[in-house]
């Protein structure tokens, strides 16, 4: 975490945000910068079975937490 924060959001993302003009967005440059420092091509797919990884977003339609795991996809509350 200590790499990702200080690599990523103080450096890189600094230095690159002439690119979010045009067709990119911040989502873009952040996940591109991600891929960069730790997945290096990989999708979620390819990804070794003992990998735990949790997207989560917020459902602000209804205030409820959307989240997806490997084998798990939905929410939680509500």
Do not use: P
């Amino acid at each position: 975490m200590d790499r990702i924060s200080q690599e990523l959001l103080t450096g890189r993302l600094l230095v690159r945000a002439w690119k979010i003009i045009g067709r990119d967005t911040r989502t873009d440059l952040l996940a591109d910068q991600l891929d960069e420092l730790c997945f290096h091509g990989l999708r979620l797919r390819d990804l070794d079975v003992g990998w735990r990884f949790i997207i989560n977003a917020a459902n602000t339609g209804v205030g409820v937490r959307f989240g997806f795991e490997r084998y798990v996809l939905g929410h939680e509350g509500g």
